[in-house]
């Protein structure tokens, strides 16, 4: 069990420029998750996956955001059209199933927006 | 009224001193309840995990759910300089949405030596 992976730990992007964050889940866990941390906030939740299946996209995802999960095992997050308050941690969790587990979260990627 | 309240702290004691750390909540249908550990610039770590009412205890960890009051507490027992971090409490209703967590604040903890 290597824990939750997340690439890069750290990325500034001017306005307007698109980014994309990948996130590798421990191993055999078939369930993924997306939330954002802002400063001084718990993280909220952004969206889940069910093996390649995105099960569920909350409203704070916006039509900027959009999430893969193309072959069941990484994902990754891409923002296009960046903007100031797009600026947090993004976090990735996987969990081995659903009722089972509670979520194990990556160290994050940490989006600056200037 | 947000769903889940955590006093933001921050919180500082001495090195051995009893930590209580606590969250409400308003919805009645969570049913699973988490501690997670935040250190600066790193994701969260789970400390504790239980489901519905009672107590879980873990080392010199503690955790306790009033559902009836809807009230939950973290105890850390002999607190070293190396619990210094951000604890957050999360918690999530049974059932196919389980892994909604919602979180509280997080409440900032300084243990002095």
């Known amino acids: 069990d290597t824990g939750v992976s997340q690439n890069p730990r750290h990325k500034i992007t001017k306005r307007g420029q698109n980014v994309t964050f990948r996130c590798d889940p421990i191993s055999e866990h078939n369930r993924l998750y997306w939330y954002r941390q802002t400063l001084g906030q718990g993280p909220e939740f952004l969206t889940y996956?069910?093996?390649?299946?995105?099960?569920?996209k909350s409203r704070l995802l916006s039509d900027r955001f959009s999430a893969e999960r193309p072959k069941g095992s990484f994902s990754t997050l891409e923002i296009q059209r960046t903007e100031q308050g797009d600026s947090a941690m993004y976090l990735c969790?996987?969990?081995?199933?659903?009722?089972?587990?509670?979520?194990?979260f990556g160290n994050g990627t940490r989006l600056t927006v200037t | 009224q947000k769903e889940v309240e955590q006093d933001p702290g921050p919180l500082s004691v001495p090195e051995g001193a009893i930590v209580s750390l606590n969250c409400t909540y308003s919805?009645?249908?969570?049913?699973?309840f988490m501690w997670y550990r935040q250190y600066s610039r790193k994701g969260p770590e789970l400390l504790m995990y239980?489901?519905?009412?009672g107590n879980k205890e873990d080392g010199r960890f503690t955790a306790q759910v009033d559902k009836s009051s809807k009230y939950i507490s973290l105890f850390i027992r002999d607190s070293q300089p190396s619990d210094s971090a951000t604890y957050l409490c999360?918690?999530?209703?049974?059932?196919?949405?389980?892994?909604?967590?919602?979180f509280g604040k997080g409440t900032l903890l300084t243990v002095n030596p």
């Open positions: 969790a996987s969990s081995p199933r659903q009722g089972e587990a509670p979520l194990h």
């Open positions: 239980t489901y519905s009412s």
């Open positions: 999360a918690m999530s209703a049974s059932g196919g949405s389980n892994y909604k967590l919602t």
């Open positions: 996956f069910q093996n390649e299946a995105q099960l569920e």
């Open positions: 919805n009645s249908a969570f049913q699973y």
